[in-house]
């Protein structure tokens, strides 16, 4: 009885943790353009450097970085790619 209580504690805490994590590292499509351009500054490049790493054109990058939601995901992947980050898709918390 005390086990099976404390496996249950455990398995609580374990999802706080989860949700934690994934609240704290996780972003959403809204915060591409502040993510591209810290990492510009970051790494002192210009979004055509981006562009060009990513292998599309800098008018592509700018309409991504205006509507990423309407964008091809090979475009948004490529771009995320530079930046080492990838895409994660997942359940939207009300």
Not at 10 to 28: C, D, F, M
Request: no cysteine; net charge positive; glycine share 4%.
């Amino acid at each position: 009885m005390i086990l099976t209580e404390l496996e249950q504690r455990v398995s609580q805490v374990k999802a706080v943790l989860v949700e934690q994590t994934i609240k704290q590292n996780y972003q959403s499509l809204d915060s591409l353009k502040p993510l591209v351009d810290s990492h510009s500054k970051e790494h002192k490049v210009l979004l055509s450097d981006i562009a060009i790493l990513a292998d599309i054109s800098a008018n592509t990058l700018t309409r991504l970085l205006k509507d990423p939601q309407s964008a091809k995901v090979s475009t948004l992947t490529a771009v995320l790619g530079v930046l080492g980050k990838s895409i994660y898709i997942g359940q939207v918390n009300g």
